[in-house]
Each structure stands twice: as C-alpha cells, then as structure tokens.
C-alpha cells in the first residue's frame, strides 16, 4: 500500500462523522482534530486533514487556515500534480484529500466541515491549489478516469441467471456454492442484472491503477498457470460533474 493509499484508506474510516449538534463545530472526534492545534469550536476542514496525514504517519502538510497550507506549500515545494491522498485546497476558502479521479480534471474527495460532516464529495481541481506531503509524492499513486482489467480467455465460467432481484439471486446461489464447494462461486452482474458465477473468472478487475493490475497479474498468472490478457476502459462515470463548495463552515 502506498502512503497516499494509506491517506485515504484512515480518512475514509471517519466518513459520516458529524458535528454535535449541527453548526457547533464540535463532537469528540472533532474537538480531538482541533485540540491539537490548541483551539476548540473553529471551522475544522484543516485540522481534519492535519488528523488525517499525522495517523497517516506522513508529513502533516495541513494547517487550521487554508491560507497557509497555501503559503507554506510554496515555501516548502509541496506543490505537485494531482495524485492519490493530495490536499486539494481552495486558498482562504477550504480543502479536502483526493481520492481518484472520475473523469479529466474532477475527482471524488474526502472533506471535513462540508455541510458540518466527514462526507465524500465530487470537486474539479481547476483553481484550486494541489498540496502533497513529500511521502506521498515520493511513492505517487496517480488515478485517472480509466480502469484496469485482466481477462482470462481460457476460463470456464458457468453463468446462472440473470434475475430482476437480488432475492432470487441469493437463493440460487446458496444452492451453488453447497453444490460445488470446491468451485468459485460467486455474485456478479450481467447487463445491470443478478446472476451468480461459477468457475474461473473470464474478467478480473477493476483496478484504478495500472501498476496494481500489473502486480495483480503476476501473482494471477501464477496461481493459474497461464497467460491473462491486459486491458483497460472508461470508467462508467467518466462524466463525473463536481459540485460547488456549498457550505464549508
């Protein structure tokens, strides 16, 4: 895992955490990003990305002011392009932490103080200031709106379904997997439908990055004793549209 996927993997865990009540700025996990920095009650986007980087164990290039995550970046050569667990800033305004990208120049992110919660947001990087710790930057993971797939053209795969409910589905497969205990089987979906799978997969995937379907592979390969084939494709929200700031304090 690299450091920018550890980003993301502690900052989502606090997805959903709200302020209590609503517009105080407050709650026990929020009073314990803010008291860090020796305040209380403050609007907390900055010090929810300082939380986040520090347990991350990686350098805390966040700040209580957006302000001057802008300026000590500058001064200190955090700036870089985009890429997996970045502070996304809005100088003076807010920031949040990338998570990937979902179509050219917009990406899901992770925010504190949006709306008085932890939640995920859909932002544009156009104007707004990338901030990276050197960790991160160091071991880059970079995201696109493209994902990653291995195909297996010599797999066998028994198809049951498909059905309209996930009910049906289930029971079917409950039959499948006591009846071939030794088999993979498993839930998939055919046409945006239900259906259980039985045998090798003819597709694995996705994966955001290229460089983990390539390590991905080698193991894949050797495990089954043959070759996979490569390949890639638009993710299905390519056209992602980003939301505006909205509320922020």
Not at 59 to 71: E, F, G, N, R
Request: aromatic share 8%; net charge positive; charged share 25%.
């Amino acid at each position: 895992m690299t450091p920018g996927q550890r980003v993301v993997n502690i900052a989502s865990k606090y997805v959903g955490v709200k302020e209590v009540p609503l517009g105080s700025n407050q709650s026990p996990q929020i009073n314990k990003w803010n008291s860090y920095w020796g305040m209380k009650a403050v609007p907390w986007c900055g010090t929810f990305a300082s939380g986040v980087l520090r347990e991350a164990k990686v350098t805390d290039v966040s700040h209580p002011s957006t302000y001057m995550i802008c300026k000590r970046a500058a001064e200190k050569g955090w700036n870089t392009k985009p890429m997996v667990g970045s502070l996304i800033v809005w100088c003076g305004t807010h920031v949040g932490i990338l998570v990937e990208e979902l179509s050219p120049g917009v990406w899901r992110t992770i925010e504190g103080n949006t709306s008085h919660q932890v939640a995920y947001r859909t932002r544009s990087i156009k104007g707004a200031t990338i901030v990276t710790s050197p960790e991160v930057a160091k071991k880059p993971t970079y995201s696109s709106s493209r994902r990653y797939y291995l195909q297996d053209v010599a797999a066998k795969e028994t198809v049951y379904g498909p059905w309209r409910s996930k009910r049906s589905r289930d029971k079917m497969y409950a039959r499948l997997k006591q009846k071939y205990s030794n088999k993979n089987v498993r839930k998939i979906r055919v046409r945006g439908k239900y259906a259980v799978g039985v045998g090798d997969r003819k597709v694995y995937g996705p994966w955001q990055q290229v460089d983990s379907r390539d390590k991905a592979q080698k193991i894949l390969e050797k495990n089954l004793g043959r070759r996979l084939r490569p390949f890639s494709r638009k993710a299905k929200n390519v056209n992602a549209k980003a939301e505006s700031l909205g509320q922020t304090q």
